[in-house]
């Protein structure tokens, strides 16, 4: 019985060892350690650009971590499946900044989603930089200091396009299907003002779900009502999906197509053949380093390469910078406290994969120059590497041209109760 008993002993004293152990190691590992979150569509109509984030999120941890991680704690990052849902991204980011305790998350497509997780990172006193976010909502009517947005917005992309519509279209009617939610209407919205189509009867408009597959009606409308312009403000799948059936419309031989924000993955999944002529925006695409000669941005479309056997998207090519600035600005801070890295980001030039931008003081966009592209003739399309030599770029416009004014920011701002001064955390304490 008391040899029984002083086995039993053994095993628990062993057990309360073991336990102690690791819970040491694990403190010490935590403490080695910062967790940067990753709120993105691994599922939905956005997975592909989802999937680029985090390719080029992978990238840049590995150079992170290469270069002694940020202030010497290596870098881990922690997905979660945003399926471009704002509920679940909601969700995702609460788990995320409560349970992980991250002090930064990156990340989304949908601009809904980016919105929720700014309210999430203003309700935690944490930071949220918006990855893939178009919609002028996002540091505009719900901007705030705990959120960066790195990509461009709908009113830049408009301005942008608008400069050879004016010139080829002044007059003609133009026909509008449109995501229904923030980023299609402020997309929308934005291209009316910039090219006088803001009558309704005149050029009218059909709003889609996000996520629709069939868009035969509104394309059939287009055709009805002999539009000379079809702007597609739709993204991801949906824009794949609309522009191969304006094409078996034969639409594309009567109008001229515009798609307002495109990239890679939207011009592949479309075809070569369909995307051909068709015009839009971009704020980055693979070739703007090499044409330009930005050797920051070489060096990263070669590792991608080398990694994927593709080339990177404005997706990947902005959760790749926003990583690298995150470090840049702790480190200036000396500290992860957010309201640090907050102020040290304000005001910041940098130099990612082009030409030099800036994280404006008193909205946190970062202002960049945007490039007006055309789809390349299919055969072209077809004869290069890894056929994704999809645009070629028509102009290029200074991002301080591109970005919505101060003024006009406060009074988009006040239009909705909200003070010029961006919101931010305050204890309830």
Request: aromatic share 12%.
């Amino acid at each position: 019985m008391k040899k029984l008993l002083s086995v039993d002993i053994s095993i628990f004293l062993g057990t309360i060892f073991l336990v102690l152990f690791f819970v040491a190691h694990g403190d010490a590992a935590d403490q080695d350690t910062v967790k940067i979150g990753l709120n993105y569509p691994v599922t939905g109509p956005y997975h592909k650009q989802g999937l680029d984030q985090k390719r080029a999120a992978d990238i840049a941890v590995e150079e992170i971590n290469a270069a002694g991680g940020i202030l010497g704690k290596k870098v881990q990052l922690v997905p979660r499946d945003t399926a471009s849902n704002p509920k679940i991204a909601r969700s995702n980011a609460v788990e995320l900044y409560d349970i992980e305790g991250v002090p930064m998350i990156l990340g989304g497509v949908s601009s809904a989603v980016a919105i929720a997780t700014g309210e999430v990172a203003l309700q935690k006193n944490k930071l949220f930089f918006a990855t893939l976010s178009y919609s002028t909502e996002t540091t505009g009517e719900y901007g705030h200091r705990h959120i960066f947005r790195e990509c461009y917005d709908a009113y830049s992309a408009a301005k942008v396009m608008s400069e050879y519509l004016n010139k080829n279209f002044a007059g003609k009617k133009y026909f509008y299907i449109t995501a229904d939610y923030t980023w299609g209407w402020t997309t929308e919205s934005s291209l009316r003002a910039f090219t006088g189509t803001k009558n309704l009867v005149e050029h009218p408009e059909v709003l889609m779900e996000l996520g629709a597959k069939d868009f035969r009606k509104a394309l059939l409308e287009a055709k009805a009502n002999k539009a000379n312009v079809l702007v597609l403000s739709l993204f991801g799948l949906d824009m794949e999906n609309a522009l191969k059936q304006a094409v078996e419309l034969g639409l594309k031989s009567s109008m001229q197509i515009i798609v307002p924000s495109l990239n890679e993955d939207m011009a592949q999944g479309a075809g070569a053949e369909a995307m051909e002529g068709v015009m839009g925006t971009t704020p980055w695409t693979w070739s703007v380093p090499f044409k330009f000669n930005y050797s920051r941005g070489i060096d990263f479309v070669k590792k991608y390469e080398s990694k994927y056997k593709r080339y990177p998207t404005t997706s990947g090519a902005s959760a790749y910078v926003i990583l690298h600035e995150y470090k840049a600005a702790v480190e200036q801070a000396k500290s992860f406290n957010t309201k640090a890295v907050i102020t040290a980001l304000e005001g910041r030039k940098y130099t990612g994969l082009k030409d030099d931008q800036y994280w404006r003081k008193w909205d946190h966009q970062s202002v960049q120059s945007v490039y007006a592209v055309r789809g390349r003739p299919a055969a072209e399309v077809y004869k290069s590497k890894y056929q994704m030599d999809y645009f070629d770029i028509m102009s290029t416009m200074k991002g301080d041209e591109t970005a919505v004014d101060y003024k006009e920011w406060c009074d988009i701002r006040e239009m909705v109760n909200m003070k010029p001064p961006l919101e931010e955390f305050v204890s309830p304490n």
